[in-house]
Nanobody, 124 residues
Framework: QVQLVESGGGLVQAGGSLRLSCAAS????????MGWFRQAPGKEREFVGS????????YYADSVKGRFTISRDNAEITVYLQMKSLKPEDTAVYYC?????????????????WGQGTQVTVSS
């Protein structure tokens, strides 16, 4: 069982930066692939990126590649999403999620554990 709590969301102007954190509970955190997703009003949940259990493999959606960076600290059982050059279209509720196993997935259905989400609003 893994419990996830996101933080760090807020209101930022276009071009600005934010860093989201996802604190996890559970001693097996280091075995989980972690993902970030987002959901804007009226839209489906969208894959942002994922990081493997070891941190050695990281994948990003094309829409955020080059602007967002995912990292994890297994000692601190936390995963981060550093967001730069934010755009109004990045406005959404951001969720972190955990899946067992080492295989990458961009599908929300493959992730068993989810945080409650944190709102990110980018003003133009």
């Amino acid at each position: 069982q893994v419990q996830l709590v996101e933080s760090g969301g807020g209101l930022v102007q276009a071009g600005g930066s934010l860093r989201l954190s996802c604190a996890a509970s559970g001693r097996t955190f280091s075995r989980y692939t972690m993902g970030w997703f987002r959901q804007a009003p009226g839209k489906e949940r969208e894959f942002v990126g994922s990081i493997s259990a070891s941190g050695g493999s990281i994948y990003y959606a094309d829409s955020v590649k080059g602007r967002f960076t995912i990292s994890r600290d297994n000692a601190e059982i936390t995963v981060y999403l550093q967001m730069k050059s934010l755009k109004p279209e990045d406005t959404a509720v951001y969720y972190c999620a955990a899946k067992s196993g080492v295989y990458y997935s961009a599908s929300a259905g493959d992730y068993a554990y989810w945080g409650q989400g944190t709102q990110v609003t980018v003003s133009s």
